[in-house]
């Protein structure tokens, strides 16, 4: 778990791996406890609290109160192939909110097929994929996956005719968001955009084009994340700032599917489905 | 960082905001590339020339005029529009923009962007060229009124039919050949009571006029209910 260790207002209670883990700060805090028959997740923030009664508690105390949140995404005998090419045959895993699932793999091994599977866009030929809301919501019907996943991979890209705001704003208003520009503008300058540059995307370059993707994958900000490959193409920086966000995300109880082959990529995730090719 | 907020309100009025967001997009990328107006603009321009010199107001029979006249506005509309209403959902799997609107948006709300995108292009085809084809061939149109109703109801029925169709080939190989080979066989039954239409709006029979707008609004309406119960399976498989 010492590789979940984000800084000093994290601290980690139980090695990683096993079923039981929590992690918590001054503001936030996550626990994940073996239950009977299952795992569930909670998480709590002390902005969150109920006025009473733990209104009379101090903000900065560390308290576990059980606001469950968070998908799972469960995914088992899942096969898929194309006429005759047959991608994989059966794969099975779990994704917990918290936790990185790495899906690693020789090239043509079938990982980004996997994750356009696991987001939905491609059925699969055998199997089946199922996102459960920790949260006592039951099972996320497919239709509304939509809402509670951002995906970032090389095969989708953005409108080059518009520029990154103008991107932005688009998915914004798609996705059945309140029309808010201030949020648009943060999420580009997280990434290291300049909101104010109007040149349109077909004139950027291809970090500048994968930080606009990253953008976009935070703007709704999604419970679930897909990330095919995604420090491809960013600066030594930009790969810094990939890993931080990645780990406030996971901290913050999303659930990360990754697929990639870079080593130091691979180190974030905290549970791996290798797909052999 | 800003917390999201889902937007609120009537379930219509947040799917029709949706779709024109769609639309806006379309048209916005559309005004700055003009790959599908040119296309259209030119192929429109040519044929009208090519007509326009060829046959010219003069040297058809008066009697001949009316028919004739309104076969080939109709050829002039229907093939310029094969030639660029296809674009807004080519364009978006050519440019691999398709995968991410598909997690975005729900596929009624594509639908109707794009429909919306369509209409709005035809009745730009249809502002620009109808006029200039009655000035150059000197076609006299007795009814106005219900002219500008049968353009109105053609142009729909000719978006809502292209739109699906061209969501169709967006994912086939060969899809440049196909989008006319599958559209023409189910636009003849609309260019039929178009030209039906536009010939009596021409000699000034509404009984035929209405008669003709009738089928054509029947086709649009048609076109829209299968088009909406199709489209979310073209789109997500």
């Known amino acids: 778990m010492s590789r979940l260790a984000f800084g000093s207002s994290i601290f980690d209670f139980f090695p990683r791996g096993g079923l039981g883990g929590r992690r918590c700060s001054r503001d936030s805090c996550a626990t994940k406890t073996p239950w009977a028959g299952g795992v569930f997740e909670f998480r709590i923030s002390n902005f969150e609290l109920p006025r009473t009664p733990y209104s009379l508690l101090p903000p900065s105390h560390d308290i576990f109160w059980p606001v469950a949140e968070g998908i799972r995404i469960e995914f088992s005998d899942v096969a898929k192939r194309f006429d005759e090419r047959v991608v994989f045959r059966s794969v099975s895993g779990v994704a917990d909110p918290g936790e990185v699932l790495a899906v690693t793999g020789p090239n043509g091994s079938g990982k980004s097929t996997l994750l356009t599977i696991l987001c939905g866009l491609l059925r699969p030929t055998r199997g089946e994929v199922r996102y459960r809301s920790l949260g006592g919501g039951g099972e996320v019907a497919r239709d509304e996956w939509k809402r509670v996943l951002g995906v970032v991979a090389p095969a989708m890209s953005l409108y080059e005719e518009l520029d990154a705001m103008e991107n932005l704003r688009f998915f914004e208003r798609v996705r059945g968001l309140d029309p808010a520009e201030h949020r648009c503008r943060e999420c580009l300058d997280q990434v290291g955009l300049d909101p104010s540059r109007r040149t349109p995307v077909g004139g950027f370059s291809t970090g500048m084009h994968q930080r606009l993707k990253i953008a976009q994958a935070m703007l709704h900000d999604p419970q679930v994340l897909f990330l095919d490959e995604p420090g491809s193409n960013l600066d030594p920086e930009g790969r810094d700032w990939l890993e931080s966000w990645v780990r406030e995300s996971v901290a913050g109880g999303k659930t990360v599917i990754l697929a990639t082959n870079d080593p130091r990529e691979m180190e974030w995730g905290t549970r791996r489905v290798a797909l052999a090719g | ?237």
């Open chain 2, 1 to 237: 960082m800003t917390r999201v907020k889902w937007s609120g309100g009537p379930v219509v009025w947040r799917w029709l905001a949706e779709a024109w967001a769609v639309t806006a997009k379309d048209l916005k990328a559309e005004f700055r590339t003009r790959v599908a107006l040119s296309s259209l603009g030119l192929f429109a321009l040519t044929t009208l020339i090519a007509v326009a010199y060829s046959v010219g107001p003069f040297r058809i029979a008066t009697d001949d005029r009316p028919f004739l006249l309104a076969v080939l506005l109709w050829i002039v509309v229907f093939f310029a529009a094969l030639a660029g209403l296809d674009r807004s959902f080519v364009k978006e799997e050519e440019s691999h923009t398709a995968p991410l609107l598909r997690l975005s948006a729900s596929p009624l709300v594509v639908w109707a962007g794009k429909l919306l995108f369509n209409v709005v292009l035809i009745a730009m085809l249809l502002l620009a060229l109808v006029p200039l084809y009655c000035v150059l061939m000197g076609y006299r149109i007795v009814l106005v009124g219900w002219f500008v109703v049968l353009l109105a109801a053609g142009g729909y029925a000719l978006a809502a039919t292209s739109t699906i169709v061209a969501a169709i080939i967006a994912r086939a190989v060969g899809r440049g050949a196909l989008f006319p080979v599958l559209a023409l066989p189910l636009l003849l039954a609309l260019m039929v009571f178009l030209i039906q239409g536009t010939t009596a709006v021409a000699e000034g029979s509404v009984a035929t006029v209405q008669a003709s707008l009738r089928a054509i609004v029947s086709l649009g309406g048609v076109m829209t209910v299968v088009s909406a119960f199709l489209f979310p399976v073209v789109w997500n498989d």
